[in-house]
């Protein structure tokens, strides 16, 4: 058990809907990393977030947004969602000190797109 | 920016034999972080081992060892005494320590397969 959790664990939507992914980090990470999985690709980083504030942004699409709050976890919004859309998102946390240069995972939600 | 290049789509082994999993890097940087990262088919991403550059020392965990080249921009992992719960994908990472930098850049994955 890494310590980071994700909601929900599977998902299935209609195209053109919007969802909702959630995170909560490790006890202590101040930093939330999302990274979206399709099938025959590799990992793709999204975006970063460090106590708040967004810190990185990848190959994140403008149909998806994301938000980290006050008590630390972390939302990913996907609208307008696509087939393509369908595709494991992870989110990753890491924290301050020793442990701080390692990022853990989360188990991931499976999101489908029908 | 930094890229990671693992050659090997696909690697087998023996039960009980070694097996060594590739990974080169691309970086200007001289301190930075490296991972091997094992996705079973559950799909979980879970952290085999790390490797701090600064540090000559080649990382062990167990079964799990790596050869860190630093000149030659090389991070290899080796499996000893292989078992069947090693069968997954392996990712190998590479993360900066620089601000707004410290996402993982991962390679394209080795899959690993264990004959009984």
């Known amino acids: 058990d890494s310590g980071v959790t994700q909601t929900p664990k599977h998902l299935i939507t209609a195209t053109g809907q919007r969802v909702t992914l959630r995170c909560s980090p490790r006890s202590g990470d101040l930093s939330v990393y999302w990274y979206q999985q399709s099938l025959d690709q590799g990992l793709q980083f999204l975006i970063q977030?460090?106590?708040?504030?967004?810190?990185a942004k990848g190959n994140i699409l403008e149909r998806f947004s994301a938000q980290q709050f006050p008590d630390l976890h972390s939302e990913l919004n996907l609208s307008s969602l696509e087939l393509g859309d369908s595709a494991l998102y992870f989110c990753?946390?890491?924290?301050?000190?020793?442990?701080?240069?390692?990022?853990?995972f989360g188990e991931g939600s499976w999101l489908t797109v029908v | 920016a930094q890229t990671v290049t693992q050659s090997q789509p696909e690697m087998s082994v023996q039960e009980a034999e070694t097996v060594t999993l590739s990974c080169t890097y691309d970086?200007?940087?001289?301190?930075?972080?490296l991972f091997w990262y094992k996705q079973p088919p559950s799909r979980q991403m879970i952290l085999v081992i790390r490797?701090?550059?600064?540090?000559?020392q080649n990382a062990t965990e167990n079964r799990f060892s790596v050869n860190f080249q630093k000149a030659a921009k090389s991070f290899s992992l080796k499996i000893s005494d292989s078992q069947l719960g090693d069968a997954a994908m392996y990712f190998c990472?590479?993360?900066?320590?620089?601000?707004?930098?410290?996402?993982?850049?991962f390679g394209t994955g080795t899959r690993l397969t264990i004959i009984p």
């Open positions: 970086t200007s940087e001289s301190d930075y972080y």
């Open positions: 990753a946390s890491s924290g301050r000190g020793s442990s701080g240069n390692t990022i853990y």
């Open positions: 490797q701090e550059a600064y540090k000559q």
């Open positions: 990472a590479y993360r900066s320590p620089n601000f707004g930098n410290e996402k993982l850049t």
């Open positions: 977030y460090y106590n708040g504030e967004e810190r």
